[in-house]
């Protein structure tokens, strides 16, 4: 399409028992971008559901499964049903129950290998035991327990204490640290704990004790090892099924968010929102169909809507076209949307960001590694560059293009001697006389073919300069702006300024002309249009005063007006001999490469050194010169082309999507 496409605003009324299906729909379909919403405080089921996503979550990390952002515009999308919700809190028992036994397994492994520490240093020290509470954070218990309270005791200390029965009448040495003293001492009180002091031989227990400690130690690891394969087999049996369950929840999460920010009465939502004109009939049809004909609604010109009308609200901008224009939607996005009811930039962004990348860039091999980067990025090949896969179309197209100048300028990974033989083929064919190259961008081939290509970029400048002035005047003058539209350097007069002084230049440059009586007189009478822009604009729309800020500010703008005119056109068109300038460097940036490799030829294992040469030149420039040449393309179409006419941005169409989670 030419234009932005058309909107509509559309008003549905419709019973609560239906809100969650026909808001799955619309998410599902991602044809209706909400308004009009309010602030109110949000529903417990959202906050359920907020809750279930968080613990979902978190077992899904636990258990080490990815969560990687999913397309479900092939899976049935769904709030969740009671089953799921079931089927939820299930696997989160399960779950939460390995979670808190790993975790107390930990503790124990921590407190057991720090316990052990301390008693190996004392013990090669020899200390006795009544001593070594003195200097360690440990704390020691000796004394009498009946024998049976001690399952119980050694149940409640488990991995804050180590008990070491010492013989069968119930003496026992406990070790614990210093901050588990309280509930030691709780414990034993509990239990009926006699203490007795330590004997002078109670250090003799040291060596048991810390085979105690080894064999507890080992107890533990072995537990651990086994929850891991329990954890395995969780994994293995749920991975699936926590997936999805967390799409449905995020799903049903997304739909209580949204309805938090609906009017609604008892009994009803009221839901208002812009759809696209193309999807306006199917998406009134469907609605009606899901609800059983329970649903009212209306459908607004956006000139009807106030909110517009008063510029409070301004309409969002869609772009309809093909997916090879889709493609480049970003960098168009990128600078800003168009107004609504605008002329869609992005095909002719598309036509000429693929033609001057492949001027600067034009070499068969490096071109055809592009194509096969965006072939990669395409089919998901490589995981980490998944997000750029709406540019995958780009790379394969700027790829294409970039091994069509190839062929052109006889490169093929920066050699200029590879192609030749095919290169006097295809020249034979074309001008009947064999040649090495169809185009040499090199001065020794002869001044006049580089000034003729220099000459051929400045054209492609001025197609596109024009084509911003031409957007930019019908633009302007389809939102009734006069003074932009037509009395201002971007408008009819500026572009007419622009036109009349490249047909002068082109006439005394390539013709050899000269200057007529009637040229200046011509060129002087638009500059003096355009100084008076504002008030001709004023006068012609019957506004008054003719000028608002007073004559001297009137004046000093018009000056400024007239001489940035002049200076704005120069800048505009010598800018694009950069086009040239970057094509000429890659040229000789590929000759460096090769006379460098040329003069390894003395050097022992030259024939290593000179492939090595050759495949890091060209891993430069694909790279380095690659990067630096989008920059330059994208930066003609900022400076050169949007700046006529994107003077104020649009608000891109973002309806409500329930497609990626």
């Known amino acids: 399409m030419i234009f932005t496409e058309k909107m509509r605003k559309v008003e549905l009324l419709l019973l609560k028992r239906d809100i969650n299906r026909v808001l799955e729909y619309l998410g599902v379909e991602r044809c209706f971008q909400v308004s009009d919403t309010v602030e109110k405080e949000k529903g417990e089921q959202f906050f359920k559901y907020q809750d279930l996503l968080r613990r979902l ?10 969560y990687v952002e999913q397309d479900l515009r092939q899976k049935e999308i769904h709030s969740p049903t009671k089953e799921d919700l079931e089927l939820s809190e299930r696997i989160l028992e399960k779950t939460s129950q390995l979670l808190e036994r790993e975790k107390s397994l930990l503790e124990q492994k921590l407190s057991l290998e720090s ?15 009544k001593e070594l509470e003195n200097v360690t954070y440990l704390v020691y218990r000796y004394g009498s327990l009946p024998q049976s309270r001690l399952p119980e005791v050694e149940k409640n200390l488990l991995g804050r204490a180590v008990i070491l029965a010492l013989d069968p009448s119930g003496k026992v040495l406990i070790v614990a640290t210093k901050k588990g003293r309280f509930a030691l001492e709780t414990e034993l009180k509990k239990a009926e704990f006699r203490e007795l002091p330590l004997p002078e031989s109670a250090k ?3 060596p048991r004790l810390v085979e105690d400690l080894e064999n507890n130690l080992q107890q533990v690891k072995d537990q651990l090892k086994r929850i891991e394969s329990e954890k395995k087999e969780l994994k293995q049996t749920f991975f699936e099924s926590i997936l999805l369950l967390y799409e449905i929840v995020e799903v049903g999460f997304r739909i209580e968010e949204l309805k938090g920010h609906l009017e609604q009465t008892e009994h009803a939502f009221r839901l208002s929102g812009w759809i696209p004109e193309s999807f306006l009939k199917k998406t009134v049809s469907d609605l009606d169909t899901i609800t059983e004909g329970r649903i009212a609604i209306r459908v607004y010109e956006p ?23 889709q493609s480049f939607d970003g960098i168009v996005f990128a600078y800003g949307a168009p107004l609504y009811g605008s002329i869609d930039p992005t095909p002719i962004v598309a036509v000429f960001f693929t033609l001057l990348f492949a001027i600067m860039f034009g070499d068969l091999g490096q071109g055809f590694l592009i194509f096969l980067f965006g072939v990669l990025v395409s089919k998901e090949l490589i995981p980490q560059l998944k997000n750029w896969k709406k540019y995958a179309l780009v790379f394969k197209t700027v790829g294409v293009a970039s091994m069509v100048t190839g062929v052109l300028y006889g490169s093929c990974f920066a050699s200029e001697r590879l192609l030749v033989p095919i290169e006097r083929v295809l020249t034979k064919l074309v001008f009947g006389t064999p040649r090495d190259r169809f185009i040499s961008l090199m001065p020794t081939e002869g001044i006049d073919r580089l000034l003729a290509f220099f000459g051929f970029t400045l054209a492609i400048g001025a197609v596109i300069n024009s084509l911003g002035l031409i957007i930019n005047i019908f633009n302007k003058i389809h939102q009734k702006d006069l003074h932009r539209g037509i009395f201002s350097k971007t408008g009819l007069v500026g572009a007419l300024f622009f036109w009349y002084s490249l047909a002068l230049g082109i006439r005394i440059i390539v013709f050899k002309g000269k200057i007529l009586s009637f040229d200046l007189p011509i060129l002087f009478v638009l500059l003096v249009l355009i100084f008076w822009g504002e008030p001709l604009a004023r006068w012609i729309e ?5 000028f608002p800020e007073g004559i001297f500010p009137f004046f000093m703008e018009g000056i400024v007006e007239v001489l940035e005119s002049v200076s704005y056109y120069i800048s505009n068109s010598v800018s694009f001999l950069r086009v040239g300038a970057f094509a000429l460097s890659h ?25 090595l040469i050759v495949l890091i030149g060209n891993a ?10 989008t920059i330059q393309v994208i930066r003609l179409h900022y400076y050169e082309f949007f700046s006529k006419f994107f003077t104020e941005s649009g608000t891109p169409f973002k309806p409500f999507d329930l497609t990626h989670a």
């Open 303 to 325: 000139e009807e809507v106030p909110s517009v009308r008063e510029g409070k609200e301004k309409i969002p901008v869609r772009l309809k076209h093909s997916k090879f224009f």
């Open 204 to 206: 003799e227990l040291t």
């Open 542 to 546: 019957g506004k008054r005063p003719l």
């Open 57 to 66: 979550k978190a077992s899904m990390e636990f258990l080490g499964i990815p």
């Open 115 to 129: 316990t052990l520490q301390e008693v190996r240093i004392f013990q090669r020290m020899s200390f006795p035991l």
């Open 587 to 611: 040229t000789v940036l590929s000759l460096i490469v090769f006379q460098i490799a040329e003069l390894m030829q003395s050097l022992p294992g030259s024939l290593f050194f000179q492939a």
């Open 620 to 629: 430069l420039i694909l790279v380095l010169e690659g990067l630096i040449v």
